[in-house]
T-cell receptor
Framework: EAGVAQSPRYKIIEKRQSVAFWCNPISGHATLYWYQQILGQGPKLLIQFQNNGVVDDSQLPKDRFSAERLKGVDSTLKIQPAKLEDSAVYLC???????????FGSGTRLTVV | GQQLNQSPQSMFIQEGEDVSMNCTSSSIFNTWLWYKQDPGEGPVLLIALYKAGELTSNGRLTAQFGITRKDSFLNISASIPSDVGIYFCAGMNYGGSQGNLIFGKGTKLSVKP
C-alpha cells in the first residue's frame, strides 16, 4: 500500500512570499489532516478534512493560511504571506475513519528567511 | 487547551539497557498512542491503547494506558542502536468524524558516547 505522499520535501522562501504544499493521502482514506511541527515540538493540528469538508480548522491562522481538498482526495495547504515563525515541518496525515489507521507523510520542511 | 507533559525530555542509552518514558495530561483521553519519529520523516505509530488500564506490547516495546485516563508510559527493553530517535505520546478523543491528535513535546533517545 502506497503511503501518504507530500511535496515538495524542502522549501526556502523569503518572508512575505507565498508557498503551497501538496498532499496525496492513502487511497480510500476519507479523513485528511495537516499538522505543523516546529523544531523541538510535537506536531500541532492545523486543519482536518472529512472527504472534502472541513471538520476542524480552529487552530488554522486563517489570515494567512488556507487549505482545500476539492475532490475529497488530494489537498493543498497555502501560506500567504509567510512569516519567519512559519518555519516548520508541515505534515500531512490520513486515516480511513477519524480515529483509526493514522498514517503520516514525510513532511515538507519550510524555512522562511 | 489540552496539554501533554512528556518526560524525560532526552535520555542517553547504552545498548542492552531498558528505557522508560511517560506522558501525563491535564484532561482525559479515550485513546493514547506512542509514535517514533526519525530525522526527516513523519511519525510512525508504535502502539495504540484504547482502554483504561490496558497494557499492550509490540516486540520489545510495552505501553500502558493509565487508569485515570490522564497518563501513559512506554518501556523499551534491551535497547538497540536503531531505537535512537524521538518518541512522542499523543492523546485522542474521538466521536463521529473527529480524531485529531494532541502530541507531547517528545523524548529524544540518543546513544551514550
Amino acid at each position: 500500500e502506497a503511503g501518504v505522499a507530500q511535496s515538495p520535501r524542502y522549501k526556502i522562501i523569503e518572508k512575505r512570499q507565498s508557498v503551497a504544499f501538496w498532499c496525496n493521502p492513502i487511497s480510500g482514506h476519507a479523513t485528511l489532516y495537516w499538522y505543523q511541527q516546529i523544531l523541538g515540538q510535537g506536531p500541532k493540528l492545523l486543519i482536518q478534512f472529512q472527504n472534502n469538508g472541513v471538520v476542524d480548522d480552529s487552530q488554522l491562522p486563517k489570515d494567512r493560511f488556507s487549505a482545500e481538498r476539492l475532490k475529497g482526495v488530494d489537498s493543498t495547504l497555502k501560506i500567504q504571506p509567510a512569516k519567519l515563525e512559519d518555519s516548520a515541518v508541515y505534515l500531512c496525515a490520513s486515516s480511513p475513519r477519524g480515529a483509526d489507521g493514522y498514517t503520516f507523510g514525510s513532511g515538507t520542511r519550510l524555512t522562511v528567511v | 487547551g489540552q496539554q501533554l507533559n512528556q518526560s524525560p525530555q532526552s535520555m542517553f542509552i547504552q545498548e542492552g539497557e531498558d528505557v522508560s518514558m511517560n506522558c501525563t495530561s491535564s484532561s482525559i483521553f479515550n485513546t493514547w498512542l506512542w509514535y517514533k519519529q526519525d530525522p526527516g520523516e513523519g511519525p510512525v505509530l508504535l502502539i495504540a491503547l484504547y482502554k483504561a488500564g490496558e497494557l499492550t506490547s509490540n516486540g520489545r516495546l510495552t505501553a500502558q494506558f493509565g487508569i485515570t485516563r490522564k497518563d501513559s508510559f512506554l518501556n523499551i527493553s534491551a535497547s538497540i542502536p536503531s531505537d535512537v530517535g524521538i518518541y512522542f505520546c499523543a492523546g485522542m478523543n474521538y466521536g463521529g468524524s473527529q480524531g485529531n491528535l494532541i502530541f507531547g513535546k517528545g523524548t529524544k533517545l540518543s546513544v551514550k558516547p
